[in-house]
């Protein structure tokens, strides 16, 4: 008999807590999701080492707080530890993976060991195709402005918080990964789930096994807790109704008539988003964000659902919106040169992108938008060129960079260059530039005085505003 891969066991169903792992060794410390862990398993005061190659800006940070950092790959970083972490990037054949299980040493993947730090907390897992990040960052600043000292671990950096992870209360917020399944390790109070879209079928091949993911997720939630699902996507809609039908609690949100938390009378403009929002039809208040786009104010609305069960009013929840410091590579400005601002924007999907590149545009005006996009991943790009193209097609002009493909050979023919000419805009504003020191004299060439250049896309590409702004 096959076994389902989405049956996935939990040190939280053997009650194991971050406490019980002993001295503990992350390796790839450095990447924004396992160093935010680690900083969680460090700031519990628990014995904690890391393994890393690359000298990576928040090193310093963590050896303060007390990690002994290893600058290399070693069979010796194992002396004396009882519990090895690794990410998906690090497999079986890693030398350090390999190393501990030749010694007979506990092997977590990075879920389970940000399981195991949320055994006996209340939790609140935030997943989704987009807006996660996002999501969650705001959740935390909301409830730490309330005063709830959450801790948390988040895919991005929050500005004006505690980088990654913080919080000795008993909430405990964490952004959840399902490109690899793994997010169906963990067993939440309370589960967002803020959209599904087609993404990562090299785990999941068609849309149908995705959606059976997020379903259960959805049912690894505590049935006494709460589902907090978005009612404009149908997706989610339909996991909605399908769990209020077994008698759970679910929350919906969105711009939607049906939406449980329904955002209506949206105001965008560059110093942010104003909204109402209503409860079972009834105002509940004006609220604010100091981030533009009505995508933004969507996200806030899984984050007031979350705020009301855990006992927050409207004024507190209002409070904390405003107070919302944003995340690094969400709609983040870098600076200005030449007259043109630059930011930089994580998305990557679509989705995420047109939703992006239409709130930018909204920004540039009357200034025209410029879109520096790094593609991520041979194998999205090749399934969703048309839609990729489409969402570039928004921009006044697109600079397209080769794909960032760790590890994958990129087909003849199927590399960025052949995204760039999908795209549905005049010949002289678009160009494909496959050398990264080439791009910033592209973007000269493009940008006048009161645009808006942004850099998109793969994580390399967060890089790129330091070289346009010299």
């Not at 939990?10 to 862990?37: K, Y």
């Not at 900083?39 to 800006?57: C, F, H, I, M």
């Not at 079928?201 to 589902?227: H, I, Q, V």
Request: proline share 4%; charged share 25%.
């Amino acid at each position: 008999m096959t076994k389902d891969p989405n049956d996935l066991t939990s040190p939280i169903d053997e009650g194991i807590r971050a406490e019980d792992l002993g001295h503990t060794l992350f390796i790839g410390v450095g990447g924004v999701g396992m160093n935010g862990l680690t900083r969680l398993y460090a700031t519990r005061g628990l014995e904690v080492s890391g393994s890393e190659l690359k000298d990576w800006p928040n090193l310093p940070e963590l050896e303060r707080l007390g990690v002994t950092l290893h600058r290399e790959h070693a069979e010796s970083n194992l002396d004396g530890v009882d519990t090895v972490v690794r990410s998906t990037a690090h497999n079986d054949e890693h030398l350090e993976v390999a190393e501990a299980r030749r010694r007979g040493i506990r092997v977590y993947h990075r879920s389970e060991a940000l399981a195991a730090a949320m055994t006996g907390l209340q939790s609140v897992v935030v997943t989704g195709t987009h807006g996660k990040t996002t999501t969650t960052a705001i959740i935390v600043q909301m409830l730490e402005h309330a005063g709830k000292a959450p801790s948390y671990v988040n895919g991005g950096e929050i500005i004006g918080a505690f980088n990654g992870a913080h919080g000795a209360g008993e909430l405990f917020v964490a952004e959840a990964d399902e490109s690899d399944r793994s997010f169906l390790r963990y067993r939440p109070e309370i589960g967002v789930v803020t959209n599904i879209d087609l993404d990562h079928l090299n785990t999941y091949g068609d849309m149908d096994s995705l959606t059976e993911a997020f379903e259960r997720f959805c049912a690894n939630t505590s049935k006494d807790g709460l589902l907090v699902l978005c009612a404009d996507d149908e997706r989610t809609a339909a996991l909605a109704e399908r769990f209020r039908a077994e008698g759970r609690t679910v929350a919906t949100y969105g711009f939607a008539d049906e939406a449980d938390i329904q955002i209506g009378e949206v105001e965008s403009h560059k110093d942010g988003v104003d909204y109402t929002v209503l409860l079972h039809g009834q105002e509940l208040g004006r609220f604010h964000l100091p981030m533009p786009g009505s995508h933004i104010a969507l996200n806030s609305a899984a984050a007031i659902a979350v705020g009301l069960h855990v006992g927050l009013d409207a004024d507190e929840i209002a409070k904390g919106l405003a107070a919302f410091g944003g995340v690094r590579r969400r709609f983040e400005k870098r600076g200005e040169v030449d007259g043109y601002a630059v930011f930089d924007e994580y998305a990557y999907h679509p989705t995420a992108m047109t939703a992006a590149i239409r709130t930018l545009k909204e920004v540039a005006a009357p200034g025209r938008l410029i879109v520096v996009f790094m593609p991520l991943r041979v194998y999205r790009t090749i399934e969703l060129r048309a839609e990729l193209a489409e969402a570039l097609s928004l921009a006044d002009k697109a600079v397209v960079m080769e794909i960032f493909a760790p590890g994958e050979p990129i087909p003849e023919g199927e590399g960025g260059e052949r995204l760039a000419e999908a795209i549905d805009l005049p010949e002289g504003d678009k160009v494909f530039v496959a050398e990264w020191d080439d791009v910033p004299a592209a973007v000269k060439a493009l940008a006048a005085e009161g645009d808006v250049v942004v850099t998109m896309g793969a994580p390399p590409i967060s890089l790129m505003p330091d070289d346009l702004l010299r």
